[in-house]
């Protein structure tokens, strides 16, 4: 059984991983999707893994086994709060995609690429050839 | 008043029947909530179910329900038959029209339910103006025979329990 | 008057411009000359003292952990620069107030003027060696403020920029440098470091901490090859620079060399790197300054010059050369600052600085002509002026030099000689000549104002050359002392027999005329020869340097997602691999479970559907189904492994995950293109393998293993009921054990409401407001919307759900179940609502207001808690017990529920206004809304509107 | 008594069985998509049926638990919701891959509510109000 | 037990709740009740500093369970400094938020800005690792809200990548808080020491791997190389007040790596050295990284961004040997560079602002209010470059010094010092072109429309404003209220620089708490009275 | 015997979801597998019920409850997203 897990948590994390790797925001959702079940089943097995023997007591039941309820617990939570970041990271390649026109994942290059780096001269001599009457300075010349 | 209290009273029954189903155990505690619960749930809900539907005669509901029932199972077995042993190429499909006289959503409901759980039809989609329904059939050599088939087996009784 | 005072009287004067600017350019140009007339007054008053041969100090712990302290000391040093720095920032106050235009910010000036003035003052009167660092660096930040104060001058933002790096980037090799200096030391205080010398220079890192200590103090005081940022500083109003490039600031190199001069002087590192350095400094700056045309400019490659020769003196590591560096230092400062003043006078009156464009000033400016001939004469070197007795006093030590001693004077001699070649030519060629009749301006002599500041120092200049001991003596006596460490008498004469500095004197005086007759020729020569232009290579070398940083960057960090994430993968696959390999895994103790078949079959589906999903992750739809298969599987599986409310919350999650992306592919392309490369495509599927083995790998290692302690859970199985009123362990972990956590948890879902309903809202405004609006769906529409049988039987649903969900809410503490699935189940019923009858008929049913929703859940949730305080008990504590009303059966309540209510609210709240929020994006794309539940009432009869 | 629910049960269960499996078989076998449609509906929903039935049986007769009626629930349930998940699949076969033209009309001419386009009246239309509808 | 323990968790949750409930409509009530809040965060914060500095170190046990079976929050020095940085820059930039207008660019800011100081008080409080986890998904939640508050394009965009990397950040938490929890059994952090003490040396790799992991999770969150690649176009498209506001944020995964290999991971234990081998070279590249880009980069913003980068490189390499003088040294350099951060992004928003929105280090028509603008950004300017007078020089010699005798010393020192000089580039060129530029352009005709609409003077409106252009906010109501606030935050590092004795004394003091972690163990495992059996 | 029966019905249930999973993988239509995702829930429900007989436990019933209407909503909105690409219109 344990290697029937291991294997279907390494298994959903490449998909995962493969998915979160692509350029589009919604094979990237896909991708946390699966990320999230192959974490969520690798959290909840550090309990080890138990059949038939919920945490749920049983006061009538003779020498009653339980699984560890603390990483069930915390996986219910980790659930739940994978839940409130997809809607989010959905809603947002959403927004995204709307405002921007396409669903690419990556930033454009006009985030952080302008055309030539230039020396404050060259960017002044440039823009008094632009606007040769203002480009006059008025600071104040000795001597007036 | 009490219609405003009751705005589905057969819902508060199953309600009622519901609860104590969940509760799995029977207490006069437990009923008590039950009928709490069967008042006010309808009363919560119903904005979404504005207009109630005329229902009488609780022996016809039992009936038809008793007759749907067994319909289902022979259902099953027929189209196990079919599924099994006949060959795709033997298979004859058909879509058949079935003008209505129900007219209370409810009842137009129930019976494209009844047609949907019995034996080797489903129904499909209802007309624009919800006038008469498209059943598919599985098998149906003589798609008219099943038409009417339906129509007196299922419509003439929700027919009497609705109108 | 305390050092500390001293040191701060400027800063606090660099207050005053901006708060009395208001009542004239003359107030603060008063304000600030008192700051530091009081200022030289208090320092004066050290002067008796000092003669003793005391050290005045005093100063507090600032930083003593690493022994930053703010201590000062006043010695001969110090008093002589300190002198410098307030005297001639005394006389530059006055004459920057009556050389500023009127529209010049006057009040921003005296401002920066003050702060580099109490820099300076900081650096010469300081007694550790980590505050000088900060002074030191302050006076790089305020010149570079005064360089480009007229900001409309390109050069000048140029000159403060190039003189920000250049001496930035020394400082901060100074920084290293003073640190390790102290380190070998043991103290950051001077006094301890200069008596450290024999520990400092027996260190195997005395090379380090001398190399590092002199780039700091070559790039201020622009030494070869830092020394090409000093001309361009020129740019600067006059009086900055007369200040700063004359008289101070570029002193400060030369200050510090002399302060550690007991610590650091004397080794061959010492002599060679500091007196050719100074050396080639004071040959090349002589020779370039022949050549300019700008007066300043000359003025500047001349300061140059003096600044090599003062430092080449040093570099000698002598007693008798460091009297001569402190004297020169002194003298320097008197005729440079008034030739920077004349030639700041010139340019006011004549409208240019121009050498080619002057001449024949002499009668038109009297007055200027006589302080330019005087201090210019000294800088050449003639008697009987104060220039003459130090330069002498310099080509003597070079010639008692014990090694390199002919190299030495040949250069020497040669740098002489340009240097009387440059300051005969300022004469010559500025004031003598026949007049000229188009100057930019008419050239008259300035008012007293200007003049009288230069005047003053050209008169010092007169006097220390005739009477050197009386005027000078005791100064330069009182810092060589400070500066050997020694107590030094000086005697200064101005005629000393025939010795072979005279006959080099006389050879660069004679020498240097000579060379500005052939000034023509030479002028041509020098305009044809190709040689590197500083400023162009430093320009370059900026540029290209910020252009190899953005190159670097933007090859880093290029915005792509997948690179992230890779990196993040493989890191994160490297480091655990590296942390599991480095140590040891216990063996194997927990046997398989047997493999069924039906969870065979289970895990078979599992891989098979995930295989699928990254083949068919490009047709979306699929891919959703196929997600939502994983998650059957995997919510039964939690089942089958004992973890019921697991598979509760798992498959409540997926169903409304599943709504939302359906809700958002609506707008989203239906597919995914094939975009990326075989070989990009073939890494990810590497990266993503590895992770997959590594994750898997690691997931197997730990469930063969057993808990290395025993895992705290057993509490909670033990105590659950008996503490925490429940037989659900899971739930009373989740309300009372952890009940903190999923606080927290429905906070986060609370919070990811508002989010997605803050980003609807600026959606549905501004341009993509119009874009959706102008929607096209690329999908064909069936043509009804709310199919009756449906609507029907979800009226049927809803109260049935609202009743299952009332039931999983109570049992929840109990039973698999709670408050957080309650909700979902409610929110489920809910949206079957709006599925079936529409959004707009459901919503105006149903005046659910969602936000206050969350926000009550919130509340109650820590309302509940916060209860607990009332019992004496902290946060969530939990209380229990059992009621018994009339009809009802005893039942049990627990204060657990009211936690749990608000997890309850808080996720239907979360839920219904994510959900409401996205689909209302539909709404605003122009898809219509309903009035009627369905889209065909067979009684053609129409809802009455609620 | 428990003997005969014993035999009654496991008899349940392998008709159960045979009819999920069969349904499921349906899915595959049959040759489009609206046939395709009749399998599961019906016999997945007489075979969860039973199975729910022989639990109901267990908890009664043979658990140590009490008897549990949670199993009818589910059937109720179940049997509620089929029909409309059959019409639901149905009406999207019918929207991808068939024409109207290829059925029979209903009765009183207009059409089936799948291909109908545009029902809304203009006039409904007006009320659209989005401000009103932020669910806040 | 002292209740005001969790006050700066229940504080901003309740008020954060009660906007939500109340005042969604009403951005005045949302103004007023958002700085009551916070300012009570800032008194509780102070009073906690004030209990903490006797050393002890106080336990509030959750629901009244004994520990390690309940959470706890823990209160010692290290937690009340960061809590008070925290209030007092939430404090600033959220006055700063008002006096720019950003509050009013869409909905909720307040409420977002309260769950987000709850996200990080609980970060910084608590005593569990799965806590722990829910905390930070809870600053991060919030975090997004605030991070694309106004919309935008290419905010949409760079939050998305955000939000992708922290997801793929949270499930990694996930995996080591399980890998710990495998090998321990345990998650309360001080019972985790006791346990990862008594470790056998046979069966440790689980254990290093979870810890292992566990960096690389606060790793992301602060940003370190080469897990950075979210922050720069996360901070630089943010809104001015969040990208200020996150300057705490990258912090919050410093002190998390701080509190772990501190306490539960210390230099002996069972994870041995692989932290330190591990951190310490990728946190040079970190620093080089950030600087190289802040030379290199044309964008106002992003330089902003790559200069926090920095500052976490140089942070992270003081801390990476986790040595008292470096530890305290770095939390000298992380009060700073938070407060530093924080004030560089409010001037960049300022600049912006004015120019209608263009970040790009290009020239433009002089901005209003240049004098003060200017005289803001070089201030700044020279604190985030570490010169002096202000704190981050004090900062440098602190980390120079406490570096000075590591075997990695001159990597370390000439990382620094080199970079500090391509900071000084950076910053001077984008100064001068920034404000010594052009003061004779007139607007270049269409500007005005170019701007999009601006917020009216005067009093709130109680609608929202629609923004067109986003990425411009032009200072509205009150310009004043925004200088004001970066004046607050450099005033702030005057008084660092000023009382740079007595603080580092403080934080040697706790250096030395967080390195004796027997005293913090005691007070949790130990001193259990009035909890539950 | 109940246990064999137990095993049987499992098994049928079991291959009967591997047939589902081909209807999904390999079908002509988005509705096919819309149907076959429907079916798998209903049998999920059929073997989690036959896994609370077999450890005869009652702690299953919720989840079989959930699985029932879960399986029935998500089945509404594939069909409702096929039908008008709208879910909630
Ligand atoms: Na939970
Ligand atoms: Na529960």
Redesign the interface.
């Known amino acids: 059984m344990e290697i029937l897990v291991a294997s279907a948590i390494g298994a959903m994390t490449a998909a995962g991983v493969y998915l979160i790797l692509r350029i589009r925001t919604f094979a990237v959702v896909l991708g946390m999707t699966m990320l999230s079940y192959a974490i969520n089943v690798f959290l909840f097995s550090t309990g080890r893994l138990v059949i038939g023997a919920a945490p749920i007591l049983d006061n009538y039941a003779e020498n009653p086994t339980y699984t560890d309820p603390l990483p069930q617990a915390l996986v219910l939570t980790a659930i739940v709060i994978s839940f409130g970041m997809t809607a989010v990271v959905v809603m947002m390649a959403l927004g995204a995609f709307i405002e921007g026109g396409d669903d690419r994942i990556d930033m454009p290059d006009d985030d952080r690429i302008m055309p030539d780096l230039r020396t404050v001269e060259d960017e002044e001599a440039r823009d008094s050839v632009a606007q040769p009457a203002k480009s006059q300075p008025v600071g104040n010349e000795v001597g007036s | 008043m009490l219609r405003r209290l009751f705005p589905h009273p057969l819902l508060s029954a199953l309600l009622v029947l519901i609860w104590m189903l969940l509760v799995n155990r029977f207490a006069w505690g437990s009923l008590v909530f039950a009928v709490i619960i069967g008042i006010t749930v309808p009363l919560l809900t119903a904005p979404y179910w504005p207009d109630r539907p005329r229902v009488s005669g609780l022996g016809r509901i039992l009936s038809y329900i008793g007759m749907v029932i067994w319909d289902i199972v022979v259902a099953n077995v027929q189209v196990a038959r079919i599924v099994l042993f006949l060959p795709n190429k033997d298979l004859r499909p058909a879509f058949i029209v079935i003008p209505l006289r129900l007219k209370s959503p409810e009842a137009i409901t129930v019976l494209a339910g009844t047609i949907t759980l019995t034996p080797g039809t489903v129904s499909c989609d209802c007309s624009e103006d919800g006038h008469a329904l498209l059943v598919h059939c599985l098998h149906a050599p003589d798609p008219d025979a099943v038409r009417d088939d339906i129509k007196a087996r299922y419509e003439q009784r929700l027919v009497e329990i609705f109108e | 008057m305390s050092p500390a005072l001293i040191a701060l009287l400027p800063f606090a004067g660099a207050l005053l411009p901006g708060l009395l600017i208001r009542s004239g350019r003359n107030v603060a140009a008063f304000a600030c000359g008192t700051a530091t007339a009081l200022a030289l007054i208090g320092l004066w008053v050290h002067i008796p003292a000092i003669m003793r041969g005391e050290v005045v100090t005093a100063g507090f ?6 022994g ?1 302290n703010a201590q000062f000391r006043i010695d001969g040093l110090a008093l002589l620069f300190g002198t410098l720095i307030l005297g001639i920032g005394l006389l530059i106050i006055l004459y920057a107030r009556h ?6 910010p006057i009040g ?1 000036f005296y401002t920066y003027l003050m702060l580099f003035q109490g820099a300076m003052t900081g650096i010469v009167l300081c007694d550790n060696i ?1 505050f000088l ?6 006076t ?2 305020s010149s ?2 005064l360089i ?1 104060y ?5 050069e000048g ?2 000159g ?2 190039m003189a ?2 250049v001496t ?2 020394g400082g ?2 100074m ?2 440098g003073m ?1 390790i200096l102290g ?1 070998i030391a043991g103290s950051y205080e001077i006094s301890e470091i200069l008596a450290s010398r024999d520990v400092i220079q027996a260190s195997p890192w005395y090379t380090t901490a001398l190399v590092l200590i002199l780039i700091g103090a070559f790039t201020k005081s622009a030494q070869f090859p830092f020394h090409f940022w000093l001309p361009h500083a020129m740019a600067a ?1 006059t009086p900055v620079s007369a200040y700063l490039h004359s008289a101070t600031m570029v002193k400060a190199g030369l200050f510090l060399m002399a302060r550690l001069w007991p610590a650091l002087s004397g080794t061959p590192e010492w002599f060679y790197i500091v007196s050719i350095t100074g050396l080639i400094t004071m040959l090349l700056g002589a020779f370039i300054a022949v050549f300019k045309d700008d007066l300043k400019g000359l003025l500047a490659f001349s300061t140059v010059s003096h600044l090599g020769l003062i430092t080449m003196l040093l570099g000698f590591g002598t007693e008798a050369a460091a009297i001569a560096a402190v004297f020169h230092i002194i003298n320097h400062a008197t005729f440079k600052a008034a030739l920077f003043m004349t030639a700041g006078i010139i ?3 004549a ?1 240019t600085r121009s050498i080619r464009l002057l001449g024949g000033l002499r009668k038109l400016m009297p007055i200027t002509f006589v302080i330019g001939t005087i201090a210019a004469l000294s800088m050449a070197g003639i008697p009987p002026l104060n220039g003459f007795l130090s330069k002498e006093m310099m080509l003597y030590e070079v010639d008692h030099l014990d090694a390199m001693r002919q190299t030495f004077m040949v250069l020497a001699t040669l740098a002489a000689l340009f240097s009387v070649c440059y300051s005969l030519r300022f004469i010559a060629h500025v004031f003598l000549g026949p007049q000229r009749d188009e100057y930019p ?1 008419k050239p008259h002599d300035p008012g007293l104002g200007l003049w009288v500041a230069p005047g003053f120092l050209a008169v010092l200049v007169v006097l220390i050359g005739l009477f050197p001991n009386t005027t000078a003596g005791w100064l330069v006596d009182a810092s060589a002392t400070a500066v050997t460490g020694v107590a030094q008498e000086s005697h200064i004469y101005l005629w000393h027999g025939v010795n072979a500095a005279l006959i080099m004197s006389i050879i660069a005086i004679a020498g240097g005329a000579v060379l500005l007759g052939l000034h023509r020729p030479l002028l041509a020569a020098w305009d044809a020869a190709p040689r590197p232009e500083a400023k162009a290579m430093f ?1 370059a070398t ?2 290209n ?10 090859r ?14 493989v ?2 696959v490297f ?2 691999a ?9 063996p194997i103790t ?1 046997p ?23 083949t068919f ?2 047709r ?13 599987i ?36 239906k597919r ?1 293109l094939f ?2 490369t075989d070989r990009r495509r073939g890494t ?2 590497f ?3 590895l ?3 590594g ?19 057993g ?3 033990e ?3 008996k ?1 925490g009123g429940g ?4 739930n009373v ?2 309300v ?33 407001s119009r ?2 609006r102008n929607w096209v ?1 690329e ?7 709310h ?18 969900g ?3 809410f109570l ?1 929840g503490h ?4 709670g408050g ?2 309650a909700g979902l ?1 409610v929110a ?1 019923a809910l ?10 008929w ?2 105006r ?2 005046r659910l ?4 929703l ?6 109650a949730a ?1 309302v509940t808690g ?1 209860g ?2 009332f019992n004496g ?6 209380d229990y017990g059992y009621f018994k009303l009339p ?3 005893e ?1 049990e309540l627990a204060t657990a529920m009211g936690f749990d209510l608000g997890v309850f609210l808080c ?1 239907l709240g ?1 839920v ?13 794309a122009g ?14 009869r129409r ?2 509107e ?1 | 008594m428990e003997l005969i629910a014993e035999i009654l049960i496991s008899i349940i269960l392998v008709v159960a069985g045979i009819f999920g499996l069969v349904g499921s078989y349906g899915l595959v076998k049959l040759p489009d998509a609206m046939t395709r449609l009749h399998a599961p509906t019906k016999a997945a929903t007489l075979g969860v049926g039973g199975v729910l039935i022989a639990s109901l049986i267990w908890f009664l007769v043979l658990s140590e638990h009490h008897a549990s009626w949670h199993e009818l629930l589910i059937t109720i349930l179940i049997f509620l919701t089929a029909p409309i998940t059959g019409l639901m699949i149905a009406k999207s076969n019918l929207h991808l891959t068939w024409l109207p033209e290829d059925l029979p009309q209903p009765p009183n001419g207009g059409q089936w509510a799948t291909f109908d386009e545009g029902k809304i009246p203009p006039a409904l239309q007006e009320e659209h109000d989005p401000e009103s509808l932020r669910g806040d | 037990m002292n209740h005001w323990i969790i006050a700066p968790v229940l504080l901003p949750a309740l008020m954060g709740a009660l906007i939500i409930l109340w005042m969604r409509h009403d951005l005045f009530l949302q103004r007023v009740f958002g700085l009551i809040a916070t300012g009570l965060l800032l008194f509780v914060s102070i009073y906690l500093l004030w209990l903490a500095s006797d050393g002890d170190v106080r336990v509030y046990r959750l629901g009244n369970w004994r520990a390690p079976f309940g959470i706890v929050l823990m209160l010692d020095r290290l937690a009340a400094i960061m809590l008070t940085l925290t209030s007092i820059l939430a404090l600033v930039v959220q006055l700063y938020a008002f006096g720019s207008g950003w509050d009013r660019k869409g909905w909720h800011f307040h409420a977002l800005w309260q769950f987000q100081l709850m996200g990080i008080g609980g970060a910084f409080l608590t005593g569990d690792a799965f806590n722990l986890f829910v905390f930070f998904e809870v600053l991060l939640i919030a975090s997004y809200g605030l991070m694309i508050h106004g919309g935008g394009p290419m905010r949409l965009r760079a939050g998305v990548q955000y939000i992708a990397y922290n997801l793929a950040g949270s499930t990694l938490f996930l995996g080591a808080l399980g890998a710990i929890y495998a090998a321990t059994g345990t998650l309360n952090m001080a019972d985790l020491a006791l346990r990862v003490a008594e470790m056998s040396p046979d069966d440790t790799a689980l254990l290093r791997t979870g810890a292992v992991l566990l960096m690389l999770v606060f790793a992301v969150k602060a940003a370190i190389f080469p897990l950075h690649f979210w922050l720069p176009s996360t901070y630089a498209n943010a809104p001015g007040p969040t990208a200020a506001l996150f300057a705490i944020m990258s912090k919050v995964g410093v002190y998390a790596i701080i509190r772990f290999f501190t306490l539960v991971f210390p230099q002996d234990s069972v994870v041995e050295t692989i932290a330190t081998d591990l951190l310490l070279p990728a946190a040079l590249f970190t620093l080089a990284l950030g600087q190289i880009a802040v030379a290199g980069t044309r964008s106002l913003t992003r330089m902003a961004a790559y200069a926090a980068i920095a500052s976490i490189g140089t942070l992270m390499i003081s801390v990476a040997r986790f040595s008292p003088e470096g530890l305290s040294a770095g939390l000298y350099y992380m009060i700073h560079s938070t407060l530093a951060t924080g004030a560089l992004f409010l001037v960049v928003d300022l600049i912006a602002a004015r120019r209608g929105g263009d970040v790009w280090l290009r020239l433009r028509p002089a901005i209003k209010n240049t004098g003060i603008v200017s005289a803001l950004f070089f201030t700044t300017a020279i604190a985030i470059a570490g010169l002096p007078p202000l704190s981050g020089f004090i900062g440098k010699l602190l980390i120079l010094d406490a570096t000075a005798e590591d075997p990695w010393m001159g990597w370390i020192w000439g990382t620094i010092l080199i970079t500090s000089l391509f900071a000084i580039v950076g910053f001077g060129r984008a100064g001068s072109m920034l404000f010594w530029k052009s003061h004779t352009l007139d607007p270049e005709p269409g500007n005005d429309t170019d701007e999009g609409p601006r917020p009216a003077p005067g009093p709130i409106p109680t609608k929202l404003d629609t923004d067109e252009q986003i990425q411009d906010v032009a200072d509205s109501a009150s310009p004043g209220l925004a200088f004001t606030s970066v004046f607050m935050l450099l005033g702030c590092l005057a008084m660092l620089t000023l009382a740079a004795g007595p603080v580092t004394q403080y934080l040697s003091d706790t250096t030395t708490q967080m390195l004796t972690p027997q005293l913090y163990i005691e007070s949790v495992i130990e001193q259990q009275e009035g909890a539950r059996p | 015997m109940i246990s064999s029966a137990l095993i049987f019905a499992s098994l049928c249930f079991g291959v009967g979801q591997l047939l589902c999973l081909y209807r999904v993988v390999f079908a002509p239509g988005v509705a096919d597998r819309v149907l076959a995702l429907d079916t798998m829930t209903i049998n999920m429900i059929a073997l989690i019920t036959l896994f609370g007989i077999f450890y005869d436990t009652a702690v299953y019933f919720e989840a079989t409850l959930l699985f029932a209407l879960v399986g029935f909503v998500s089945t509404v909105a594939y069909a409702k997203f096929i039908l008008r690409g709208d879910i909630i219109e």
């Not at chain 3, 599986?637 to 958002?664: H, N």
């Not at chain 3, 037989?727 to 899971?730: D, E, F, K, L, S």
Request: charged letters at 15%; aromatic letters at 8%; glycine letters at 8%.
């Open positions: 712990d600032w930083l003593p952990q690493i930053l050389y500023l235009s009127r529209t010049d921003k980590l660092l900060i002074f030191w660096e302050l790089s930040l570079f403020l480009g007229w900001r409309h001058l390109p933002r140029q403060a920029r920000l790096t930035g980037a901060l090799a920084i290293a640190l380190q109003p340019d006011h009156e409208g301006h320009d900026i540029l340097f910020g252009r190899l940083c953005g190159w670097l960057t933007d880093i960090t290029n915005g792509s997602m997948g690179r992230a994430l890779a990196a993040l993968t890191t994160v480091c655990g590296l942390a599991w390999s480095t140590g040891s895994a216990g927990r398989m479970l047997p493999v069924e078949p039906v969870p065979l079959i289970a895990w078979f589906m599992l891989i098979v559907a995930t295989g699928c999903m990254v992750h490009r979306r739809l699929l891919a959703l189904v196929l997600v939502g298969i994983v998650g059957l995997v919510s039964v599986g939690f089942a089958y492994m004992s973890a019921p409310d697991l598979a509760l919350t798992q498959i409540s999650v997926e169903v409304v995950t599943i709504i939302l992306l359906l809700l958002a592919l609506n707008f989203l392309p995914t975009e990326t990810d599927a990266i993503a393998a992770t997959g083995i994750f898997g790998t690691l997931a197997y290692a730990m469930m063969r293993r057993d808990f290395g302690a025993d895992p705290i859970s509490y909670m199985l105590n659950s009921y503490q037989t659900n362990v899971v972990i989740l009372d054990f952890r009940g903190y956590d999923t606080f927290g948890e429905i906070t986060v879902l609370g919070i990811a409401a508002l989010v997605i309903f803050a980003l609807t809202e600026t959606l549905l405004q501004g341009k993509s874009r959706l769906t999908q064909r529409r069936a043509g009804d919307r199919p009756l049988m449906l609507v029907v039987a979800t009226r049927l649903v809803l109260p049935v759900a609202l009743v299952v009332i039931y999983i049992r109990n039973e698999p179940g957080f699935v189940v489920i949206l079957m609502q709006y599925m079936a009858s529409g959004f707009a459901t919503q049913r149903q207001p969602y936000h206050a969350i926000g009550a859940g919130v509340v820590a916060v607990a305080w008990r902290p946060f969530l504590t939990s009809l009802l059966e039942f996720v979360a219904m206004l994510a959900l409401n929020s996205l689909s209302r994006i539909a709404r605003h898809q219509t809304v309903n009035v009627d539940p369905m889209d065909s009432d067979p009684k053609n809802e009455a609620v």
